[in-house]
């Protein structure tokens, strides 16, 4: 198995924190990936992987085991016509390496005139990750294009293609997430061929605008398509003035991008809390409907009455209304609240990943006191527990 020497984490990961692990794999190409892996798993020891590093925050005392690092590069259309999953005449499928950087997979598909995932730009991390946690952002979701996986079965050591389906995924997480082991090799993707319809409208149209900030940058409604081009330039606008691109130069974006995701809760809870804090209903209303006597005095509920509505919460908002502000910093700590999002932790340079862990934490524990929700952080946490 061809090792490379070892380098601190810290080097590998946006958040720029990490120490040197024990050992370190670097795979070029796919099959080269799926030799090594099991290679590392044969040797009933500790092991992660790492590819763009970027929602990943790992310990300070490294890693006492080996990093299988993910660096394969490739994008390759499919044959729409002999593939079941095509659905439509201007379906485009693509499978896409694991260690592909995912921004630089939505520029080519903008250049290219395929829409599905522009509103996902300047989203960091690789391709293989995307599922993981179901990325999502500006009223997109991966789900919303991802058709399946090549997958390397821990359990197995086989490679199986996994549909979108049996991945569960749901906002902020996958089946890859809640326990399935193994690795990601390649996503394949459906996106919508604008070509035909450009030649008829004269433009390149991105799919409907789902996201109110975004169609107010945009200055349109709901609803209303866009420039292809121009919906990736305004996503990217948004996400720099969070703080959300990556720039050497802009410590505020050293960071694994937001560190909480928005919290969901049933609607009766979110009933005793402030009516200012911003929610969204994630359930299905259920219509009114006459229900016969014998079913209702029947064994056992009936569908729909006793289905539970669940709503999801602005984490930002409740950080921001537990009294911590943009910018705020624990005394003495090099870590940081993003000066321009507060549900951004930031490195401001020479954090240490336990003073991102202890500013965490506070957060956490400001959150869960004034309002008795518990947050829970979006990046994986390698060697460090809140």
Request: proline share 5%; with cysteine; glycine share 10%.
């Amino acid at each position: 198995m061809p090792m490379i020497e070892p380098v601190a984490l810290s080097t590998l990961t946006t958040f720029r924190v990490g120490g040197v692990p024990a050992a370190m794999v670097a795979s070029q190409t796919e099959q080269e990936l799926v030799d090594e892996a099991l290679v590392v798993w044969s040797l009933d020891e500790d092991w992660m992987l790492l590819a763009g590093g970027s929602n990943t925050v790992a310990g300070d005392e490294g890693f006492e085991g080996t990093v299988i690092r993910i660096v394969t590069r490739g994008i390759e259309r499919l044959d729409a016509t002999q593939t079941a999953d095509a659905s439509a005449p201007d379906t485009v499928l693509l499978r896409v390496q694991a260690g592909e950087p995912w921004d630089e997979l939505v520029a080519y598909t903008v250049a290219q005139g395929w829409a599905g995932i522009e509103a996902l730009s300047g989203i960091p991390g690789s391709c293989g990750a995307a599922p993981v946690q179901n990325i999502g952002a500006y009223g997109q979701e991966l789900a919303d294009s991802l058709v399946a996986i090549s997958f390397l079965d821990y359990e197995t050591g086989e490679v199986v293609r996994l549909t979108a389906d049996a991945l569960g995924l749901d906002y902020r997480t996958s089946a890859l997430k809640r326990g399935l082991r193994g690795i990601v090799l390649a996503i394949e993707l459906e996106l919508h061929d604008t070509e035909r319809e450009a030649s008829v409208v004269g433009a390149v149209l991105g799919q409907p605008i789902h996201y109110g900030q975004l169609a107010g940058a945009l200055g349109v409604q709901v609803g209303d398509r866009v420039a292809l081009s121009t919906v990736r330039e305004t996503v990217l606008a948004l996400r720099a003035a969070k703080g959300m691109v990556l720039d050497a130069a802009d410590s505020d974006t050293w960071s694994a991008g937001s560190f909480f995701t928005n919290p969901i809760v049933s609607e009766n809870f979110a009933r005793s809390l402030p009516t200012a804090l911003p929610r969204w209903p994630l359930a299905v209303e259920v219509p009114d409907r006459v229900i016969p006597l014998d079913d209702y005095f029947g064994v056992g509920p009936v569908p729909g009455i006793d289905q539970v509505q669940l709503v999801k919460l602005s984490a930002a908002w409740l950080i921001e209304n537990a009294g911590i502000r943009r910018g705020f910093s624990l005394p003495g700590s090099q870590a940081a609240v993003s000066s321009k999002h507060t549900l951004a932790l930031t490195n401001r340079g020479g954090a240490s990943a336990e003073q991102i862990a202890e500013l965490a934490r506070y957060v956490l524990g400001r959150v869960q006191a004034d309002f008795g929700i518990n947050l829970q952080p979006e990046p994986v946490l390698v060697g460090l527990t809140l």
